[in-house]
């Protein structure tokens, strides 16, 4: 940490700024913004895209209880150090606001509407679309199961089915796929560019949002669920129904959250999205998205710095 620091001070010293803004993981990033900002006065945003010992993974670190205290220590001087404290959900925010004085504003992540302008020919397929890291922890077993009864049920369903995957897939997932008689809807793209993850959101007839199972996971906004958002598709998160994801589904009314083992929600959503492919209806329910843009995002971040430098 002090080579970094010994080299942002004299960096600074011939290219002045008026704030400091660090961004974490990893928080390292934060302990030299701190050291830096109390060396040079600087006001200083310590900007967390994810928690720190709250996030889900910190609990498998299996770490020794004064390591773990070591890292509470640490992440209290962070948040009642800097200047402000920016959080990316509201569930997270609420819980630095409970352990700092410190002003905490929440700046979630986004999406960028000029990614969104490119025009998708539709394929003609009921397209069940998943794009971005798909964990083996996020498996959505009982989606499986609905969609392999809906086609055993239905012929045009069946025909007309493709799960598209667009990025890197957990072997486990494509496994419990072909377990459930899905293997030859299956479309596995691997990891492509941000683009054709794009296009592949705005080709789809139903996006996937399931999050990991695990508890931390309730205060968790997937960056990509911002653009999901703007691919104005219907979104069926699967996950807590009353976590943060949730929330927002619901006040911008593009799609709705269902707990993981909710087989008849799951289903009914399922038989509504498949109505509105069949009959070629859009979904055009999403609203008041345009907060979540990356120049909404961008000016609630310069808004901050200037309240910092008045």
Known sequence: MAPSVKFLKKYLKENPV???????PPHSMHLIARKVAEDTGIPWIADFRDPWTKMF?????????????KHKLLEKSVLDEASAVVAV???????FQEMTSTPVELITNGYDPEDFAQVVEQDGYFNVTHTGLFAEDGNPETLWKALANKAIMDKDFAEALRIRLCGKTDAQIIESIKAA??????????????????REQKNAAMLILPLRKEPEYKATLPGKLFEY??????????????????????????GRTFEWNDYQGISDFLDKCWDMFRKGEEWNKTENIEKYSRKSTAAAMANLMNSLTK
């Open 229 to 254: 958002l703007a691919s104005l598709k219907p979104i069926m998160g699967i996950g807590q129904t009353d976590g943060a994801m949730a929330k927002i589904l619901g006040e911008t009314k593009a």
């Open 18 to 24: 008026d704030v400091i803004v660090s961004t974490g």
């Open 57 to 69: 993974y910190f609990k498998h670190l299996h770490l020794s209880h004064r390591s773990e205290m």
């Open 89 to 95: 959900s509201p569930l997270v925010q609420k819980e």
């Open 181 to 198: 008689g899905l293997g030859e809807h299956l479309v596995d793209l691997g990891y492509q560019n941000h683009i054709t993850a794009v």
